[in-house]
């Protein structure tokens, strides 16, 4: 399996734009979560979903962020519009839950808004 | 809420053991987890260790627990440049499904 997608790497906009991040996680798992990281907040949970519903929007910071998982390959997470301090690093990891792993983790897509 | 605390930096010389400190303020925790960042990656499960446990070797990776004082540690014996990294603690007292994250610790191991 080639592991969590993530879409793009590298993301750079300007203040106002909307973003979409996209992930694809590792086949036949069946829980999926968007985190965010930075230097000052270090790794936070914005949302997870199982078999494509939302469990935990909790950690969403605005309603300018917004996550789908339309079906059990494919998630996005949209921030519309955007702000310089949403400038990060958005992780994607997925699970099988029930298994004795653990979460596997995209590569991430690193966001500057200008 | 749950809160997991590292120091932020870390400085060895190669072929030295490094230790990495964690505290967590979690009672329930159920599970604690080591992971490593390298440059421009996501994260990696280095390890991992169930609260009823004390210790865990893992060939050059140690994992201390002292449920009582409610800290963790992570040894790694001859350290080697490739260990550069930044190591994140983690608890969940939910099985695999949340976890909460400390901030890091930087590894930077010098020749």
């Known amino acids: 399996d080639a592991g969590v997608i993530q879409s793009p790497r590298h993301e750079v906009t300007e203040m106002g734009q909307e973003v979409t991040l996209r992930c694809k996680p590792i086949?036949?798992?069946?829980?999926l979560f968007w985190y965010r990281q930075t230097m000052m907040r270090g790794l936070e949970l914005l949302i997870y979903?199982?078999?494509?519903?939302?469990?935990?929007d909790s950690g969403m910071p605005e309603d300018r962020f917004s996550a789908k998982m339309p079906n059990a390959s494919f998630s996005t997470l949209k921030i519309q519009p955007s702000e310089p301090r949403d400038s990060a690093v958005y992780f994607c990891a997925s699970i099988l839950w029930g298994s004795t792993d653990t979460q596997y983790f995209g590569p991430g897509t690193r966001l500057t808004v200008l | 809420g749950e809160d997991v605390e590292q120091s932020l930096f870390l400085s060895v010389r190669e072929g030295d053991s490094s230790v990495i400190n964690c505290t967590y303020t979690d009672s329930s925790s159920t599970y604690l987890y080591w992971y490593k960042q390298e440059p421009g990656a996501g994260l990696q499960l280095l390890t991992y260790i169930f609260s009823n446990m004390d210790m865990k070797q893992d060939q050059r990776l140690t994992v201390l627990l002292n449920k009582k004082d409610k800290h963790l540690s992570l040894r790694i014996a001859d350290t080697q440049t490739g260990d550069s990294a930044i190591y994140f603690c983690?608890?969940?007292?939910?099985?695999?499904?949340?976890?909460?994250f400390g901030k890091g610790t930087m590894l930077l191991v010098s020749p």
């Open positions: 983690a608890e969940s007292d939910s099985g695999y499904s949340t976890l909460t």
């Open positions: 086949s036949g798992h069946d829980y």
């Open positions: 979903f199982n078999n494509n519903v939302p469990i935990d």
